[in-house]
């Protein structure tokens, strides 16, 4: 079947926004007894230290800081947002979303709607795919689109997958905009026999994760989601300035470089200060080489994630 893909001519990101809890946990505080070390880690994770929620710091709060940042940033009033999606996977509670919790944070009192994307480290592809859709047909003018996830309120610290994730928030205002020379192309997929490789089970209070079978789907699905969203735009790796990956980790990262024979420095990273952040990590990082002044006018930006399902896709947008 071929990949459908969603083009939006009208919708511009505004604005970006980000945050990390204040906590900092490094490599030397995490190993303890663990079978593995602080330099392991780095070399091969590309880890040094992630930020840890206080045990009061939900994800609606940093979806909230992050959305409010952005919102400012935007030069709007929180009232101007008509559509919250928080994209996460750990949720505040089961009922009701995070997406709601953290509208009532930020102070949002107006008609707005407000709802959940669970898709794991992909859901903010999906859920910036999703916006795109309500703002090119009309329905929305501005939607806040957040990336946020606390992984550390499902892992188990005595387990040696504990070194892989951090907690953080990421956002954007996106609105409609005509733009002449303008990209936003999205492909979306999901293979759900995947389900047991990364999950968290019923009954469960952390995350199982088999890391072998996730390295080889992420180097498999990444580049070619990669590839496969230039090649419907008729585009080359050449053509992107930038790649904003999901912070899987440097070894996925190295791999899908490797794959599609580009130098793993044009791939941006955080992972070195934040380590994975989830569905928070394609957000939180292009928020941060934003307000590094590193994205210019007419810069052709690539997003690709994977996450646990499995999900994944990719955004193609023209700065």
């Known amino acids: 079947m071929r990949t459908k893909n969603s083009h939006f001519d009208s919708v511009c990101i505004k604005s970006t926004g980000s945050h990390v809890p204040a906590r900092i946990l490094s490599n030397e505080d995490v190993v303890g007894s663990l079978p ?163 999950t968290v089970y019923p009954g469960d209070a952390c995350f199982k994760m088999n890391g072998k079978v996730v390295y080889q789907t992420a180097t498999t699905r990444l580049p070619e989601c990669i590839r496969q969203i230039l090649c419907l735009n008729r585009l080359e790796l050449e053509d992107v300035s930038m790649i904003f990956p999901h912070q899987a980790s440097a070894h996925v990262l190295k791999r899908t470089a490797q794959l599609l024979n580009v130098p793993f420095s044009g791939m941006q990273t955080n992972l070195e200060s934040c380590a994975n952040t989830a569905g928070a990590s394609v957000p939180l990082l292009l928020d941060q080489v934003n307000r590094r002044g590193l994205i210019h006018d007419g810069d052709l930006l690539l997003f690709a994630a994977i996450g646990a399902g499995w999900t994944w896709g990719a955004c193609l947008y023209r700065w």
Not at 59 to 81: F, M, R, V, W, Y
Request: glycine letters at 10%; aromatic letters at 8%; a negative charge.
């Open 36 to 198: 593995t070390s602080p330099e392991w880690i780095f070399e091969t994770l590309g880890i040094r230290e992630r930020r840890i929620a206080e045990p009061e710091e939900y994800t609606s709060d940093l979806a909230a800081c992050a959305g409010l940042k952005a919102i400012a940033s935007a030069g709007l009033e929180p009232n101007e947002i008509d559509l919250i999606i928080v994209a996460t996977s750990t949720p505040d509670r089961k009922a009701p979303s995070s997406a709601c919790i953290a509208q009532s944070k930020m102070g949002i009192r107006n008609n707005c709607a407000a709802f959940d994307v669970a898709a794991v480290c992909s859901g903010f592809v999906y859920g910036v795919t999703i916006a795109g859709q309500f703002i090119q047909n009309g329905t929305y003018d501005h939607v806040l689109v957040i990336g946020a996830d606390t992984f550390s309120k499902i892992t188990d610290w005595n387990h040696r997958d504990c070194v892989f994730f951090g907690d953080g928030a990421g956002a954007v205002v996106l609105e409609r905009k005509d733009r002449e020379q303008g990209i936003f192309s999205s492909i979306l997929l999901a293979d759900g026999e995947g389900a047991d490789h990364f």
